[in-house]
């Protein structure tokens, strides 16, 4: 499963963990600002990232190799801690501070009750450790090769920071991981609070094996071999599939709870796109300023988008904001209805016309005559670099196509 | 009914009892803390069932949710939904999903789907027990692969169904004896992680830890090696609340030794 794919994590505050600083100071940081070497210890080793920390208010980020996310809340507690919320998952590390470490724990709340893994970080940034050049590229790989196979491309490349890179399944890529390379071997890695992945590896000849670690314990083996341009992953539009043959409908409330249906006149005689979305999804921040830029290229010529959102709980009082905040990021001018919940069964009953498993995000196109020409399952974010680029300009150009076909 | 779990510590003669680490400290007080204060813990379970046609709760609704605010749990044409005074809504699976201050949880097995149905807490929950921590009761082994794959459904921690695939026979030396154990792979629904469980019966189960037995999750080490540390073996969730189901002990995973060292049973009536 990729980040394409279900969080189980509630947005929810994670009151019996992390005390979501009901009882916290907000207190300057003291000295804590500046950079943070962190990892968290899980059964394969380190799993590397950076913490910055700031000054003025409290704040701080989570780094990936180049991608940083803001933490929720940074706080220092009573007792020399500190606490570094990550409110989208509900998660938060709150680690004991002295002058050149931050020593704790990491912990999110799942069905089970509560995870917590050791957490740990020191001044400064990790160095870069470039890979070489053989172990950059793209890579055929299949995890559990002797269990039940399943298959992935290994995207890695050699960026200033060192390795950078990112997993691709069906369904989407796992965000950017980032590592390098010592003394022959690989690790590479991401964060981001609820998904707690780890890659790491050798070459072998002409073969990359390895393991891919899941938390903190999973570990399943793979091994990939150099990608020779053959499909070695459904194609994005081979994984969900729609009935051609009928007007493609939708009908569901907008933040207002006012209903929104495909007969609406906004999207008659229109081009429309019809995007399946999460606030909770990565991959769907990654392809919103697609579809911003495909609205505002051609609106004006007839084309529509409309956002599907399938979001956590299906409480519009708790789901409504969050899509709100999604539009208000990314300047969203089109309409977001507030269409189910992310989970699977979900979105395939809100969706009989469409078959297969549903990715998050998927895309579908319309033509003026209400027909489905493409479903687009999946997005490639800006972390694969030349082949988000190339995705990007296929989208553009299919819409300008459809809106050709309409005399547009 | 909330049961009550005592704080005990045994000792427990001639046992290598060292101080705890850090790690499994801050893992036991955030599960304490989790089960004292969780709106969905398992302490806070009034109903656990089988979701077949609809389930009402408020008035007119079987007695265990006939507190809660009124609604109607069913799937409908547009997916599985709660119909509530303020209308209806979609409803995830494997999710917890508030109703007032209540909560609830479906969760997808084999055969449909099944319901948790958490009611607010109105009785204070004691801290679980633990025995001291035991050194010499982490043990590393080697874990046998199996001869063929085999995935059969079993009963996770929390009392819900879900398919495991074999992970293989650990075997390692636990104080006086030689071990083989069958461990599974649990998945943790929505990730891609999963667990290697084992789910054991010792000397101690039925007197000083729970009948069935308890879970412990094996850490890779690498090369087929894992360490299993009995200091954190968990009672399962019906260990706290007799609506959960309990899983039946796994063949052949007795230990004759007693295994003094991790998760306690006791109630407020022994």
């Avoid at chain 1, 060192?162 to 989407?172: D, F, K, P, R, V």
């Avoid at chain 1, 991401?190 to 707690?196: I, M, P």
């Avoid at chain 2, 001869?147 to 009963?155: F, G, M, P, Q, V």
């Amino acid at each position: 499963m990729t980040r394409a794919s279900f969080r189980v994590l509630a947005t929810l505050c994670l009151g019996a963990v992390a005390g979501c600083g009901g009882d916290a100071q907000t207190t300057p940081l003291d000295g804590l600002a500046g950079s943070w070497r962190a990892q968290v210890d899980v059964a394969g080793g380190p799993l590397r990232f950076q913490v910055e920390l700031s000054e003025g208010p409290p704040s701080g980020v989570l780094c990936n190799g180049g991608t940083c996310e803001p933490f929720s809340a940074v706080q220092l507690l009573p007792g020399d801690s500190v606490l570094l919320e990550i409110g989208d998952y509900a998660a938060a590390i709150r680690a004991s501070v002295t002058p050149d470490s931050l020593v704790g724990f990491y912990r999110n709340v799942g069905n089970r009750g509560p995870r917590t893994i050791p957490f740990r970080a020191s001044r400064g940034s990790w160095p870069a450790e470039p890979p070489p050049a053989e172990l950059t590229g793209r890579w055929d790989a299949i995890l559990t090769p002797d269990g039940t196979p399943s298959p992935r491309v290994l995207e890695l490349r050699a960026t200033e920071r060192g390795l950078e890179g990112t997993i691709i399944a069906n369904s989407g890529d796992s965000g950017l991981f980032w590592g390098g390379v010592r003394d022959g071997r690989f690790d590479m890695s991401h964060f981001d609070g609820s998904f707690v992945y780890m890659l790491t590896g050798a070459l072998d000849g002409d073969t990359l094996r390895g393991t891919f670690h899941a938390g903190l314990t999973s570990q399943r083996p793979f091994v990939a071999v150099r990608s020779t341009g053959a499909p070695h992953l459904k194609a994005p539009t081979e994984i969900v599939s729609a009935d051609t043959t009928s007007t493609f409908t939708w009908d569901f409330p907008d933040l207002d709870g006012n209903f929104v249906t495909n007969e609406d006149e906004r999207f008659r005689d229109k081009v429309v796109i019809v995007e399946i979305f999460g606030t909770w999804c990565p991959t769907c921040h990654d392809s919103a300023p697609t579809l911003g830029e495909i609205y505002d290229r051609f609106r004006d010529r007839g084309l529509e988008i409309v956002g599907l959102a399938y979001e956590v709980t299906g409480d519009p009082e708790v789901d409504g904001p969050l899509v709100r905040r999604f539009a208000d990021k990314f300047g969203i001018e089109y309409p977001l209805l507030l269409a189910g919940v992310n989970d699977d069964d979900s979105a395939r009953d809100t969706q009989p016309q469409l078959q297969g498993p549903i990715a998050f995000p998927t895309m579908i196109f319309i033509d003026t005559s209400g027909r489905v020409r493409r479903v687009q399952a999946g997005f490639y974010g800006p972390a694969l670099g030349e082949v988000h680029e190339e995705l990007e300009r296929e989208l553009i150009d299919f819409a300008d196509q459809l809106l050709k076909e309409a005399g547009r | 009914m909330v049961r009550r779990i005592l704080f005990v510590l045994l000792a427990v003669p001639g046992a290598l009892i060292a101080q705890i680490p850090p790690g499994v400290q801050a893992e036991r007080a955030d599960y304490a803390q989790w089960l004292q204060t969780s709106p969905s813990s398992p302490y806070a379970a009034v109903f656990f069932g089988a979701l077949s046609g609809e389930l009402v709760f408020g008035p007119g609704a079987q007695a265990a949710l006939r507190r809660a605010p009124a609604a109607t749990l069913s799937q409908g044409a547009r997916g599985l939904g709660l119909v509530t005074e303020s209308g209806p809504r979609p409803v995830p699976r494997n999710r917890e999903v508030t109703l007032g201050d209540w909560r609830l949880r479906v969760s997808p097995v084999p055969s449909g789907d099944m319901v948790t149905v958490y009611a607010p807490m109105t009785e204070e929950v004691d801290h679980p027990g633990w025995f001291p921590y035991r050194a010499d009761l982490v043990v590393v082994g080697e874990l046998k692969r199996p001869s063929r794959a085999d995935e059969r459904a079993i009963l996770g921690l929390d009392g819900v169904e879900i398919r495991a695939s074999l992970a293989g026979t650990f075997t390692a030396r636990v104080l006086s004896e030689d071990v083989s154990l069958t461990a599974y792979r649990i998945p943790v629904p929505g990730s891609e992680e999963e667990e290697v469980t084992v789910f054991y019966r010792d000397g101690t189960s039925g007197a000083e830890t729970y009948p069935p037995g308890r879970f412990a999750v094996l850490l890779p080490l690498g090369g087929g090696r894992y360490r299993l540390d009995l200091n954190r073996s968990r009672n399962p969730f019906c260990a706290y609340n007799p609506r959960f189901p309990c899983p039946l002990p796994w063949p052949g995973n007795t230990l004759q030794v007693r295994v003094e060292a991790g998760e306690l049973y006791k109630t407020a009536n022994d």
